[in-house]
């Protein structure tokens, strides 16, 4: 696995992918103890999931626009939340 660092964002840019990914986080741990005997919980469960999953791809595709990223098919990009550093991981 290789790492090279491609980019950076604003605090602010951190702070709100930071928080989709422990939303994100969360639910997908709330998801392996909840089962679908509670429907209503379960549904919002998973309709939440998705709307966090879609923001938090969002987020990844306007930063990508904006910064103007360099990108690989096999690759993906990570974010170190210390530094507001963006890499490029690939395989």
């Known amino acids: 696995m290789e790492?090279?660092?491609?980019?950076?964002?604003t605090v602010e840019?951190?702070?709100?992918i930071q928080t989709l990914?422990?939303?994100r986080n969360g639910l997908?741990?709330?998801?392996?103890?909840?089962?679908?005997?509670?429907?209503?919980l379960?549904?919002?469960l998973v309709k939440d999931l998705g709307e966090t999953g879609t923001k938090f791809q969002s987020w990844w595709?306007?930063?990508a626009?904006?910064?103007q990223w360099e990108s690989t098919e096999s690759g993906s990009w990570?974010?170190?939340?210390d530094t507001c550093e963006i890499y490029l991981v690939t395989n």
Request: avoid cysteine; charged fraction near 45%; hydrophobic fraction near 30%.
């Open 42 to 44: 379960y549904e919002k």
């Open 21 to 23: 990914f422990e939303r």
């Open 78 to 81: 990570e974010i170190n939340f």
């Open 65 to 67: 626009e904006k910064y």
């Open 28 to 40: 997908n741990e709330l998801a392996k103890i909840l089962t679908a005997d509670n429907s209503e």
């Open 61 to 63: 595709d306007r930063m």
């Open 13 to 16: 840019e951190k702070n709100e």
């Open 3 to 9: 790492k090279k660092l491609i980019g950076q964002v």
